[in-house]
């Protein structure tokens, strides 16, 4: 069996900075920016690799979402510990110190972990927390 990522979601609550944040800073291109009912859907990805994607977007519209269900995601995504990925590269220091000069919201420097990797870890704006591996 040979089985693929093909698309993540993370939810978005501004998407004019989500867009910034993940085309500009992270270097992503958009494959698609969707918009229906006052919302935006936003699909980016590494240019190098066409076929796996993220999806940004927007929180708790589900249709079979309750009131409290939408509050509870809310106040979840607002403490920063609903979503989350992880990336790779083979420069980890060169992307923290992009990251970090753009001013995003750094959670962890570069560090080797008891676990076997060497990683650091941020926040986009709505508050997912993103960590990137160093490639080895």
């Given at each position: 069996?040979?089985?693929?990522?093909?698309?993540?979601?993370?939810?978005?609550?501004?998407?004019?900075?989500?867009?910034?944040?993940?085309?500009?800073?992270?270097?992503?291109?958009?494959?698609?920016?969707?918009?229906?009912?006052?919302?935006?859907?936003?699909?980016?990805?590494?240019?190098?690799?066409?076929?796996?994607?993220?999806?940004?977007?927007?929180?708790?519209?589900?249709?079979?979402?309750?009131?409290d269900e939408r509050r509870t995601i809310l106040e979840l995504i607002?403490?920063?510990?609903?979503?989350?990925?992880?990336?790779?590269?083979?420069?980890?220091?060169?992307?923290?110190?992009?990251?970090?000069?753009?001013?995003?919201?750094v959670v962890q420097e570069p560090t080797e972990q008891p676990y076997?990797?060497?990683?650091?870890?941020?926040?986009?704006?709505?508050?997912?927390?993103?960590?990137?591996?160093?490639?080895?």
């Open positions: 069996m040979d089985i693929t990522i093909s698309y993540a979601f993370l939810p978005q609550t501004d998407p004019d900075a989500a867009l910034t944040f993940y085309r500009d800073t992270l270097g992503f291109e958009v494959r698609n920016d969707v918009g229906y009912s006052g919302m935006r859907w936003i699909t980016v990805g590494p240019p190098k690799q066409p076929g796996t994607s993220i999806v940004l977007h927007p929180p708790a519209v589900d249709p079979g979402i309750t009131d607002a403490k920063g510990s609903y979503g989350a990925i992880t990336l790779a590269t083979d420069d980890l220091d060169g992307v923290f110190e992009r990251l970090q000069g753009s001013g995003a919201d076997g990797v060497r990683d650091c870890a941020f926040r986009d704006p709505t508050g997912n927390l993103i960590r990137i591996n160093e490639l080895r």
